[in-house]
């Protein structure tokens, strides 16, 4: 334990703790916030898995559970966190799987961070910036919890959507499967919301680039994250030899676009569909990698190649619903996937003004672009192994076909 204080010292009482947690895999610990609650009787909304154990004293047994999930005490933190916030409902967001976020009176959202890091959050630096230049397209903070220089919880407006983009892809996928028609000849074809996602993420990065600076490419330093990335998670799992001598010729490409500031994590679940635009969310990039590398300029390809990679993610998540899906149905979902990075590639170059932040040619901007693709995969299997063991065969999958890929075009251009 690093800190510990008493938030709410009646019965049932909140504590605020900062720990630093460390692990046989990692040599240096993070830094995490955890409210908990102690009573002698576990509210019935706690549900097991936020259940932490129990103390028996002199004055008999208490128990210990995460706060945020009993209303009560969330309403305290809340309280705490705001003062002058005045709201009667409160419930958990569904969805958060890093940080958690409190919907209050259908009007705000809480995110509370639970791994801190020193200084500025990236979500709440990125957001907060783009906020003051005037872009639409993220949530601004409207108040930022701080200790010193840390960021532990942010206050924004609950935007009401009509869906993220997991749910609305998934809608649309399930027609295409389930009426086993191709997607343009389904209602819920997603090839036009995909085509205004894609112009909507490259005003994002012309926002981005004029907000905090264009800096040249640096293909040695990018090549130096891949590869260290694919030491550090896929040793053992995957075929490193090969996936190095993809990314060492980034050492000796020329013609790399720029480097700016980048989502770092880009995918369907941090979009959300409002009006006639996207909103994108969750600034933090990538959970698993340092923060000094998530705040490091990055290729804007790199987040084109999160959300083509989450189109085809999807289609095999959509797949996985059928208990034995038959080749019609896999040509189907392999259609949907196709045609809606097709469109949302589409609508990303229809924003004239992006074109001067990526590669010249557009043989140099599709082998990037399949790079940072088989990044985000090595990346995947990474994730899945750790959280959802039973879906890691999907982006294991997605790295051996990207390898493939890759033979083929290096015998292509040996011819």
Request: charged share 30%; net charge negative.
């Amino acid at each position: 334990m690093r800190r510990v204080e008493t938030l709410v010292d009646s019965w049932p009482a909140l504590l605020w703790v900062l720990a630093e947690v460390r692990t046989s895999r990692e040599p240096v610990g993070h830094l995490y916030q955890i409210p908990l609650g102690v009573a002698d009787v576990v509210p019935e909304e706690v549900p097991d898995v936020a259940y932490l154990g129990e103390f028996s004293g002199p004055g008999g047994t208490v128990y210990i559970y995460d706060a945020l999930v009993d209303s009560v005490l969330a309403s305290a933190f809340c309280t705490h966190v705001e003062p002058g916030l005045e709201f009667a409902t409160i419930r958990p967001e569904s969805g958060e799987q890093s940080n958690t976020s409190l919907v209050l009176d259908e009007r705000y959202i809480l995110k509370v961070f639970r791994r801190i890091t020193r200084g500025p959050n990236p979500d709440v630096e990125v957001t907060e910036a783009l906020g003051r230049a005037g872009f639409g397209g993220v949530p601004v903070p409207l108040e930022v919890w701080r200790r010193g220089d840390t960021d532990l919880a942010v206050l924004r407006r609950y935007e009401r959507a009509r869906g993220d983009g997991v749910s609305l892809t998934m809608d649309s996928l399930r027609e295409v499967l389930n009426r086993r028609r191709p997607p343009r000849d389904c209602r819920l074809d997603f090839a036009e919301e995909a085509r205004r996602l894609g112009r909507d993420v490259a005003e994002l990065h012309v926002a981005l680039a004029e907000t905090f600076g264009v800096e040249p490419a640096d293909g040695a330093a990018w090549a130096l994250d891949m590869s260290a990335q694919a030491g550090r998670v896929a040793a053992g799992v995957l075929e490193t030899a090969r996936i190095d001598a993809v990314y060492r010729r980034l050492r000796s490409a020329d013609d790399l676009g720029s480097a700016i500031r980048i989502h770092g994590d880009l995918h369907l679940g941090q979009v959300l569909r409002l009006g006639d635009r996207w909103m994108v969310l969750d600034f933090e990039g990538e959970p698993a990698r340092p923060v000094q590398e998530r705040r490091r300029p990055s290729s804007p390809l790199k987040d084109v190649a999160g959300m083509t990679r989450s189109f085809h993610y999807a289609a095999g998540l959509a797949l996985r619903e059928w208990p034995v899906p038959d080749d019609e149905v896999r040509v189907l979902a392999e259609a949907w996937a196709v045609r809606s990075v097709n469109s949302f590639l589409s609508g990303y170059a229809s924003f004239d003004e992006a074109h001067r932040l990526l590669p010249a040619t557009r043989s140099a901007r599709d082998g990037l672009l399949s790079m940072f693709e088989l990044d985000k995969a090595v990346y995947e299997v990474a994730y899945e192994l750790s959280h959802r063991p039973d879906l890691a065969d999907l982006p294991i999958r997605a790295v051996e076909e990207l390898l493939g890929e890759d033979d083929q075009s290096a015998s292509g251009d040996r011819e």
